[in-house]
Every structure is written in C-alpha cells, then in structure tokens.
C-alpha cells in the first residue's frame, strides 16, 4: 500500500442487530488484515471477557479523563455507562495503511461520520430484517426482561432514521449473508489487497452498460432532444456523458438495494440485474438529471 493511509471502517447499528457476531466472523478471516479498536468502558467486565482484548475496562474519573485530554475520537453513554474509542491506536494504525474497524453504536459513529472526512471512512450500518426480527433477537439472548426490551425497540427507531447518513446500509438476515456483503463492500472501496475492480459492484458495472447500451440506446439517443421538446431550452453542457452517468446512477442503486435487501450473489444472476435495471431506468427523472448535473458543473 506504500504511503497510503488506511481507512476507518465504522460498523454500527441498532442495539440487537448482530454487529458483534457480524465482527467476530469477519475477525476469524485473516485474509482481510483488519485491525481491531479495542474501546474503553466503565461496563463492568462480563465473565470470559479479556481486559485489553474485548475493552479497556475503567472507572468514571479515568474515563472522564481521557475525554478532558481529548485522547478520545468519540465517546457515548449507553445504558449508564461510558464507551469510546481511543484515538492513539486508530492514528498509528491508520499512519501505517492499516484499516481499522469500529465497532459502535450510533451515537458515537454519528460524532465520527460528521467529523472525519468522509474519503477516510467506509461507514456501514447494519438493519434487521424487521423490528420483529429485532424483538425476537433480543428475547432470543434472554439477557433483558421485557421493559428492557422495550426501551430497546423503542430506541431502535429512533436509531434507525440514522442510517441515511452512512454510505453503506447492509441488511443483516444472516450472519453468512452480512459478511459476504460488507467483504464485497471492503473490496469496492480498495481496501483489501485484491483489486476493486473483483467486487460484485464492478461487475454490476459491466453488465449495466452492456444492458444499457443495448436496451435503452433509444432513450440516450433522444434523451436531449426530449428535454428541448419540453422545456424549450437546455442548459447540459454539449460534452455531458450521459451514458456514464446513467450506467454509475444505475449500478449504484442496484448494488445499494442488494445489500439493503437480498444476498450479494443475486447480482450474479442476469436476469434479476434486467429486471431490477428496468424497474430503476423507468424511474430516472431525466429532466432533474439534466439540472442536477448542470449546477454541479457551475459549481466546480
Ligand atoms: P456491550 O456492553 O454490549 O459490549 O456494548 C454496548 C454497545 O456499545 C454496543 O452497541 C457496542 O457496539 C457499543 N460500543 C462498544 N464500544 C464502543 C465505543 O467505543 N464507542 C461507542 N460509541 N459505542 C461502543
């Protein structure tokens, strides 16, 4: 990786979802050379739990501490007590190219999403199938009573509108499946050691323009000449490359709505890219395009 540095990989999601089966599966492949923000906690430290390995286990004044020295890169109270990440480990590693991944709820990796540059991060959230699914884990761990439970569904919908400001929102209906989604994810961003270009996304890529020019040739052959039909006038720049453009706007959808809703590898099957690309194409508001790209242009 010579003199680039690594990225910060932010792993969050509502209490209950399978962020820590999701790391701990991720963990056991070496092959994606992770390192791991080992956080500071005043929790109590549970049984099998390793100090230094799981947490930093402290107390409230040297907790309060370390965030008066600023030597934390976020923190948040949950559930009465304290949780940040410690920054001296997250500079060094990343100084060295190394990505390192944070696992933290949403209060903390919103400081980190709206401090950091986004350029540096690959920010996942993780989504339950549904908010029954999410009771139903959280019966299943039999660790809460039912207020408990409660007050974490309740709290779960407040964090969920969250997931808007993150890059990517991975649905967890399976440990297997949220894994092979977020390697994919690791591997588009450039962040492991095989080329991006190996990533579902890219092959996605490939499929859509060979669909896109073949398909829909008509409508970015006339696509200009409707817009000036309609409205009178365009203001596009003559250089424009729509069909650039139409093929990332396309992939993109489709590649963020697999990793929302379905396994990775239905975006190996061609006709389920057909289908999905049609559904998206007949949605394209072509006249906000034409806009949107005009006041980028201005604004460069
Ligand atoms: P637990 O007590 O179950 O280990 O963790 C409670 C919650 O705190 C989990 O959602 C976990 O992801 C989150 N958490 C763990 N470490 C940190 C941290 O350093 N910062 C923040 N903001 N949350 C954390």
């Known amino acids: 990786m010579g003199n680039q540095k690594g990225k910060i990989i932010i792993l969050s999601g509502p209490s209950g979802v399978g962020k820590g089966s999701v790391n701990r599966e991720l963990e056991k492949d070496k092959s994606l050379h992770l390192k791991y923000s080992v956080s500071m906690t005043t929790r ?19 907790f309060e501490d370390a965030i008066q020295h600023g030597e934390l890169v976020e923190y948040a109270e949950f559930i009465g007590n304290y949780y940040g990440t410690p920054r001296k480990f997250i500079n060094e ?54 207020d408990v439970i409660k007050q974490r569904l309740d709290k779960a919908l ?13 649905e967890n209906d399976s ?63 003559d250089d424009f490359d729509f069909t650039t453009y139409l093929v990332d706007l396309l992939s993109n959808r489709i590649y963020h709505y697999v990793l929302a809703n379905g396994p990775i590898n239905e975006l190996d099957d061609e006709d389920f890219v057909k289908g999905i690309l049609e559904h998206f194409m007949l ?10 790209n005009f006041e980028n242009d201005e604004k460069q």
């Open 44 to 62: 109590a430290q549970r049984p099998g739990e390793v100090e230094g390995v799981n947490y930093f286990f402290v107390d409230r004044d040297t």
């Open 93 to 146: 590693e990343i100084a060295n190219g190394k990505n390192v991944i944070l696992e933290i709820e949403v209060k903390g990796a919103t400081q980190v999403l709206n401090r950091e540059n986004p350029k540096s991060l690959v920010s996942i959230f993780l989504m339950p199938p549904s908010l029954a699914k999410l009771e139903e884990r959280l019966r299943l761990r039999g660790t809460e009573g039912d």
């Open 158 to 170: 407040i964090e969920i509108p969250l997931k808007h400001k993150y890059k990517y929102v991975i």
């Open 175 to 237: 440990v297997e499946n949220a894994v092979a989604k977020i390697k994919d994810v690791l591997l588009k961003e450039g962040t492991l050691d095989l080329s991006a270009k190996e990533s579902y996304f890219y092959k996605t890529r490939t499929q859509v323009e060979k669909i896109i020019k073949s398909r829909y040739a008509f409508i970015i052959n006339n696509w200009r000449q409707n817009v000036l039909d309609i409205e009178g006038k365009i203001t596009v720049p």
């Open 283 to 292: 949605d394209v508001d072509f006249f906000s395009i034409e806009q949107r």
